[in-house]
C-alpha cells in the first residue's frame, strides 16, 4: 500500500502496511471486492528458535541494520511450544553511543489505529455507536458525512483526502516539529479538498479516518479520548508501558529517534516532535513487552465480542498481493496486525493464528531504504528464516505510516 504523503501517521502504515508516515506518492485504491479470509496455513513451517536459528537470526538482523543505516532495532518472536527471540542491536542514542535495549519506549505510529479502533468496538459492544451509523450523527462538518460510515472509516474506504498529503499542512509541520495541532485544524486540511470517491468504492489509506474515529469516541463516550483508550482499552489489557500522550510527554526509559524528514533533508533528532499531528492516527507510545501482550490482544479479540471481533477481521483486498485490511487492522501473508511509522521511529506488531506466534519489531528511525520501510525489511527478514510459510510483507512506501512530508 502505498503511503499518503509522508507525514501520514502509522496505518498499514499512521503508520506502515499502511505506513504512519507515509512518503509522497498516489494512494493506492482498489474497488471493493469480497472479504478475504484469513490464511491459517495449517502445513506452514514454523521453526523452532533454536541456537542454530537464533545464530541465523542475528546475521540477518545485523545485515539489515547495516544495509538500511539503521541505528537501533528492537525484536522480538515468540512461538509456544517453540521458545524465543530477543535481541536489541545498535545504538539508543547516536550521541552517546548507548547501546539499545529491549526495555525502551518507542513512539509507535500508525500502530495506534489498532487502539482507536479497538476503542470504537468497545463502544460498538457497549451499544453506544453502531459500525453503519453515518459520521454525521457524531461529527458536523464531514464531506459525504451522512454517507460516509464508521465501518468505512476503520477499513480506509471513506473517500476522504488525507490531510498528511495536503502541502500546506507539511509544511507547516515541518517548519516548526514542536507546533500543536487539533483535530479540527488536521480535519481542515482534509476537507479543503474534494472527496476522492463514493464512500465503500475503493481503499485508500488515510489518516483523515483515524482523527474521525478518535472524535466519534470522545462524543459518543462523553470522555476525551486519552481517558476512554485508558480506561477501556489500555487498563484492561495491562498495558502498564503505553500511553497516548497529551502533549510531548515521553516517559523514561526511551530510544532517541532519527528522521531525515526536514525542509532541507537533513537528518535531524525528532525524539521530542510534537506527536498532535497524528493524534488518533499515530500518536502513541509503547515498549516490546506490551506490544507483545497487545499483538495477541488485538488479533484474537480478547476484549471484544466474538461477532464484534468477527467483524474486525473481515478483510478487504488493497491492491497489494498477500495484504487485506480489516477494521484498523490488516493480514500480511497470515500476520495479523499492524504497522507504524512517524519521524524518528517505525515498527511492526503482529501475531500469526496459525502458531499463535507473535512479532514485534521497532527501530529508531524512520528512513527507508530502496522505497521500503525500513521496519518491513527486518520483519520479512525475520519471518522468512522463522515461518517462511508466512511471510511478512508490506507495500513500498506503504499507506501505513503516520508521518509527515512537504
Given at each position: 500500500?502505498?503511503?499518503?504523503?509522508?507525514?501520514?501517521?502509522?496505518?498499514?502504515?499512521?503508520?506502515?502496511?499502511?505506513?504512519?508516515?507515509?512518503?509522497?506518492?498516489?494512494?493506492?485504491?482498489?474497488?471493493?471486492?469480497?472479504?478475504?479470509?484469513?490464511?491459517?496455513?495449517?502445513?506452514?513451517?514454523?521453526?523452532?528458535?533454536?541456537?542454530?536459528?537464533?545464530?541465523?537470526l542475528?546475521?540477518?538482523?545485523?545485515?539489515?541494520?547495516?544495509?538500511?543505516?539503521?541505528?537501533?532495532?528492537?525484536v522480538?518472536v515468540w512461538?509456544?511450544g517453540?521458545?524465543?527471540?530477543?535481541?536489541?542491536?545498535?545504538?539508543?542514542?547516536?550521541?552517546?553511543?548507548a547501546?539499545?535495549?529491549?526495555?525502551?519506549?518507542?513512539?509507535?505510529?500508525?500502530?495506534?489505529?489498532?487502539?482507536?479502533?479497538?476503542?470504537?468496538?468497545?463502544?460498538?459492544?457497549?451499544?453506544?455507536?453502531?459500525?453503519?451509523?453515518?459520521?454525521?450523527?457524531?461529527?458536523?462538518?464531514v464531506?459525504?458525512?451522512?454517507?460516509?460510515?464508521?465501518?468505512?472509516?476503520a477499513?480506509?474506504?471513506?473517500?476522504?483526502?488525507?490531510?498528511?498529503?495536503?502541502?500546506?499542512?507539511?509544511?507547516?509541520?515541518?517548519?516548526?516539529?514542536?507546533?500543536?495541532f487539533?483535530?479540527?485544524?488536521?480535519?481542515?486540511?482534509?476537507?479543503?479538498?474534494?472527496?476522492?470517491?463514493?464512500?465503500?468504492?475503493?481503499?485508500?489509506?488515510?489518516?483523515?479516518?483515524?482523527?474521525?474515529?478518535?472524535l466519534?469516541?470522545?462524543?459518543?463516550?462523553?470522555?476525551?479520548?486519552?481517558?476512554?483508550?485508558?480506561?477501556?482499552?489500555?487498563?484492561?489489557?495491562?498495558?502498564?508501558?503505553?500511553?497516548?500522550?497529551?502533549?510531548?510527554?515521553?516517559?523514561?526509559?526511551?530510544?532517541?529517534?532519527?528522521?531525515?524528514?526536514?525542509?532541507?533533508?537533513?537528518?535531524?533528532?525528532?525524539?521530542?516532535?510534537?506527536?498532535?499531528?497524528?493524534?488518533?492516527?499515530?500518536?502513541?507510545?509503547?515498549?516490546?513487552?506490551?506490544?507483545?501482550?497487545?499483538?495477541?490482544?488485538?488479533?484474537?479479540?480478547?476484549?471484544?465480542?466474538?461477532?464484534?471481533?468477527?467483524?474486525?477481521?473481515?478483510?478487504?483486498?488493497?491492491?497489494?498481493?498477500?495484504?487485506?485490511?480489516?477494521?484498523?487492522?490488516?493480514?500480511?501473508?497470515?500476520?495479523?496486525?499492524?504497522?507504524?511509522?512517524?519521524?524518528?521511529?517505525?515498527?511492526?506488531?503482529?501475531?500469526?493464528?496459525?502458531?499463535?506466534?507473535?512479532?514485534?519489531?521497532?527501530?529508531?528511525?524512520?528512513t527507508?531504504?530502496?522505497?521500503?520501510?525500513?521496519?518491513?525489511l527486518?520483519?520479512?527478514?525475520?519471518?522468512?528464516?522463522?515461518?517462511?510459510?508466512?511471510v511478512?510483507?508490506?507495500p513500498?512506501?506503504?499507506?501505513?505510516?503516520?508521518?509527515?512530508?512537504?
Amino acid at each position: 500500500m502505498r503511503r499518503h504523503g509522508r507525514i501520514a501517521a502509522a496505518a498499514l502504515a499512521a503508520g506502515a502496511l499502511l505506513t504512519s508516515a507515509a512518503c509522497s506518492g498516489t494512494p493506492t485504491s482498489v474497488p471493493r471486492a469480497a472479504a478475504v479470509a484469513t490464511p491459517e496455513s495449517p502445513g506452514a513451517t514454523v521453526r523452532a528458535l533454536t541456537p542454530a536459528v537464533a545464530e541465523q537470526l542475528d546475521k540477518a538482523v545485523t545485515q539489515t541494520l547495516h544495509q538500511a543505516g539503521v541505528p537501533g532495532v528492537i525484536v522480538g518472536v515468540w512461538i509456544p511450544g517453540k521458545g524465543s527471540y530477543v535481541r536489541a542491536f545498535g545504538v539508543a542514542d547516536k550521541s552517546s553511543g548507548a547501546p539499545m535495549s529491549d526495555g525502551l519506549r518507542m513512539r509507535i505510529g500508525s500502530e495506534t489505529k489498532t487502539f482507536t479502533v479497538t476503542a470504537i468496538l468497545r463502544l460498538v459492544d457497549e451499544g453506544k455507536v453502531g459500525l453503519d451509523d453515518p459520521v454525521s450523527k457524531y461529527v458536523e462538518g464531514v464531506p459525504n458525512g451522512d454517507r460516509i460510515t464508521l465501518r468505512q472509516l476503520a477499513d480506509m474506504r471513506s473517500g476522504l483526502y488525507p490531510y498528511t498529503d495536503d502541502p500546506d499542512f507539511g509544511k507547516a509541520f515541518l517548519s516548526d516539529p514542536d507546533r500543536r495541532f487539533t483535530p479540527q485544524q488536521l480535519l481542515d486540511y482534509a476537507f479543503k479538498h474534494p472527496v476522492g470517491f463514493e464512500p465503500g468504492q475503493k481503499f485508500q489509506y488515510s489518516n483523515t479516518n483515524a482523527i474521525l474515529l478518535g472524535l466519534v469516541v470522545e462524543k459518543a463516550s462523553g470522555q476525551s479520548f486519552g481517558d476512554y483508550l485508558q480506561q477501556h482499552v489500555l487498563e484492561p489489557s495491562h498495558l502498564d508501558h503505553t500511553l497516548f500522550p497529551t502533549g510531548t510527554e515521553f516517559p523514561q526509559p526511551h530510544a532517541r529517534g532519527y528522521t531525515t524528514q526536514t525542509l532541507g533533508g537533513e537528518v535531524a533528532d525528532a525524539t521530542n516532535w510534537d506527536p498532535s499531528w497524528a493524534w488518533a492516527a499515530g500518536a502513541m507510545i509503547s515498549d516490546l513487552s506490551d506490544l507483545r501482550e497487545w499483538a495477541r490482544i488485538a488479533a484474537t479479540g480478547t476484549l471484544l465480542k466474538p461477532a464484534t471481533q468477527a467483524q474486525r477481521l473481515r478483510t478487504l483486498p488493497t491492491g497489494f498481493p498477500g495484504a487485506s485490511y480489516g477494521l484498523g487492522i490488516f493480514n500480511s501473508h497470515g500476520w495479523i496486525g499492524h504497522n507504524g511509522s512517524l519521524p524518528g521511529y517505525q515498527s511492526v506488531t503482529v501475531y500469526l493464528p496459525s502458531a499463535e506466534a507473535t512479532l514485534v519489531i521497532l527501530t529508531n528511525t524512520d528512513t527507508s531504504y530502496e522505497n521500503n520501510e525500513n521496519s518491513t525489511l527486518f520483519a520479512k527478514a525475520v519471518t522468512g528464516i522463522v515461518t517462511p510459510g508466512n511471510v511478512y510483507d508490506v507495500p513500498p512506501t506503504s499507506a501505513s505510516s503516520a508521518s509527515p512530508s512537504p
